[in-house]
C-alpha cells in the first residue's frame, strides 16, 4: 500500500477549499500516536489535556513545558502521515511575546513538533503573527479555553449571548489575520461556530461545537471510552476500551494466579526453536521490520534471539 503524504499546513488549507473535512485526535505517547496515525488521522495534537488524562489532574494548570516537550517526543516518534501539533501550556506564553516565542521554538526544536497550539483570541495575534513570521505555524484555541477555566467560572459553553458571540467572532477573525493555520472552536453554540467557519480562510477545528466546522478535535481517550465517568454531550464513544482493558487484565490476572500463563507456546525451552511470532513486544510488523518505531526483524532461528529485548530506535527525522 502507498504510504499516505505528510500532512502539512498547506495540505490542510487545501482540505478547506475543497470541503474535505480534518480530522483531529489527541496522543501523548508513541503508541497511540502509531495506531491513530495508521488510523488515517490528519493531526495529532499533544494536548495539555495529559494533565488530566495521562496525571490524573482536574485541569491542565499545572502542565509544564518540560512535560510538554517529553511527550511531543514521543508523538513524533510514532507519527508518520499526520501533522504534530504541540500544545503550549497555561504560563509558557502568557506572560510575554519573548516568553512564547522561546517556549514555542523549543515545542519545535526540541519536541519536534510542526505547529503549536495557543489558547486565546486578538490578545495573541501579535504572538501568533511573529511566530508565524519566525517560521512556526501557530493553531489558535477560542471558546470554551480550558486554561481560563478560574475566569470562566468552569468549564462552561461560551458564546451563547450576542456580545460574547461577537467577541469569539471578532477573536478568530483576528487569529485567521494573524497568519494562524487553523483554530479551534472549543464549546460553542454550533450556529457561531459555523458563522466563524464561513468568514475565516483558515480551517476551523471543532470541539463541542458541532458539525459545520472544517474538521473536528476529539481527545484519544474520551473517543475510545477509557473514562467511564466522564460523559460529556459533545463526546461520542466509538468503544468501551475501559471495560475491555479491564476485562483482559482480570484474564490474565487469573492465569498468573492459576498457573495457566505462561503456558509452553509462550516460554522457551533449550531444545526448541522459538516460535516464528515471537517478538519481544508481540508486534509482527515490528518483527518483520516495518513501521516507524522498527524494532528490527527477528531471525526465528536464531537461538535465543526473540528473548532479547531490543531497544525502541528513534525514527530518523
Ligand atoms: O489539550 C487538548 O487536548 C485540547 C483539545 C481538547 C482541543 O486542547
Keep these: 500500500m502507498k504510504p499516505l503524504a505528510k500532512v502539512t499546513i498547506q495540505t490542510l488549507r487545501k482540505m478547506k477549499s475543497e ?66 501539533v504541540g500544545d503550549m501550556p497555561f504560563m509558557s506564553y502568557q506572560a510575554s511575546v519573548e516568553d512564547g516565542i522561546r517556549n514555542a521554538g523549543r515545542l519545535v526544536k526540541e519536541g519536534g513538533a510542526e505547529a503549536v497550539k495557543l489558547e486565546g483570541g486578538a490578545d495573541y495575534a501579535e504572538l501568533a503573527s511573529r511566530l508565524v513570521r519566525i517560521g512556526i505555524p501557530v493553531m489558535g484555541h477560542i471558546g470554551l479555553t480550558p486554561q481560563s477555566l478560574h475566569q470562566m467560572g468552569g468549564f462552561k459553553i461560551q458564546g451563547r449571548g450576542e456580545a460574547a458571540a461577537k467577541k469569539i467572532l471578532d477573536d478568530a477573525v483576528a487569529l485567521d489575520q494573524a497568519g494562524c493555520y487553523s483554530i479551534v472552536l472549543e464549546g460553542i453554540p454550533r450556529e457561531l461556530a459555523g458563522e466563524i467557519t464561513q468568514k475565516v480562510g483558515c480551517p476551523t477545528i471543532g470541539i463541542g461545537a458541532g458539525a459545520d466546522c472544517d474538521g473536528q478535535v476529539l481527545v484519544v481517550y474520551d473517543l475510545l471510552g477509557m473514562n467511564e465517568e466522564f460523559r460529556p454531550k459533545f463526546v461520542k464513544r466509538y468503544d468501551n476500551l475501559a471495560v475491555r482493558i479491564r476485562t483482559a487484565v482480570e484474564e490474565y490476572v487469573t492465569e498468573v494466579r492459576a498457573g495457566i500463563f505462561p503456558d509452553e507456546d509462550h516460554s522457551f525451552s533449550k531444545e526448541a526453536p522459538p516460535p516464528a511470532s515471537a517478538t519481544p513486544y508481540g508486534s509482527a510488523r515490528a518483527a518483520s521490520g516495518g513501521g516507524n518505531n522498527d524494532r528490527g526483524g527477528i531471525d526465528p532461528d536464531a537461538a535465543g534471539a526473540a528473548c532479547i529485548p531490543l531497544p525502541i530506535r528513534p525514527r530518523e527525522k
Excluded: W
Excluded at 483531529?24 to 495534537?45: E, K, N, W
Excluded at 499533544?46 to 508523538?75: A, F, R, W
Design 19 to 84: 470541503g474535505r473535512k480534518v480530522a483531529m485526535v489527541t496522543a501523548y505517547d508513541a503508541s497511540f500516536a502509531r495506531l491513530v496515525d495508521q488510523a488515517g488521522v490528519d493531526v495529532i495534537l499533544v494536548g495539555d489535556s495529559l494533565g488530566m488524562v495521562i496525571q490524573g489532574g482536574g485541569n491542565t494548570l499545572p502542565v509544564t513545558m518540560e512535560e510538554m516537550i517529553y511527550h511531543c517526543k514521543s508523538v513524533v516518534r510514532g507519527a508518520e502521515h499526520a501533522q504534530v
